[in-house]
């Protein structure tokens, strides 16, 4: 089993950057694939990013491509995202999650952080 706890949400400007951190404790956190979601006012939660348990493929959902990045270090037990050209949908409570497939559906993931807010103004 793993805890998860994220960090770095916050408001900012569109067009700004945040980097969101993910810490894990528990047990050993490079046999995890990583992932982040996110939840809107209203709406379900959906994927943004993943990557495998050795940082060496990543996958992204279309909305976020080319302005989010997710890495690790599995040497400091953290996943990260990075988000750049941030825009006002991108508002919502980021998740990130622990499992065994980097894949794009919620139930692929066994293990979930509490979620940090992210609020972009315009």
């Known amino acids: 089993q793993v805890q998860l706890e994220e960090s770095g949400g916050g408001l900012v400007q569109a067009g700004g950057s945040l980097r969101l951190s993910c810490a894990a404790s528990?047990?050993?956190?490079?046999?995890?694939?990583m992932g982040w979601f996110r939840q809107a006012p209203g709406k379900e939660r959906e994927f943004v990013a993943a990557?495998?348990?050795?940082?060496?493929?990543?996958r992204y959902a279309d909305s976020v491509k080319g302005r989010f990045t997710i890495s690790r270090d599995n040497a400091e037990n953290t996943v990260y995202l990075q988000m750049n050209s941030l825009k006002p949908e991108d508002t919502a409570v980021y998740y990130c999650?622990?499992?065994?497939?980097?894949?794009?559906?919620?139930?692929?993931?066994?293990?979930w952080g509490q979620g940090t807010q992210v609020t972009v103004s315009s």
């Open positions: 990557i495998n348990r050795s940082g060496t493929i990543t």
């Open positions: 528990g047990r050993a956190f490079s046999s995890y694939d």
């Open positions: 999650a622990a499992g065994w497939t980097y894949g794009l559906q919620r139930r692929e993931y066994a293990y």
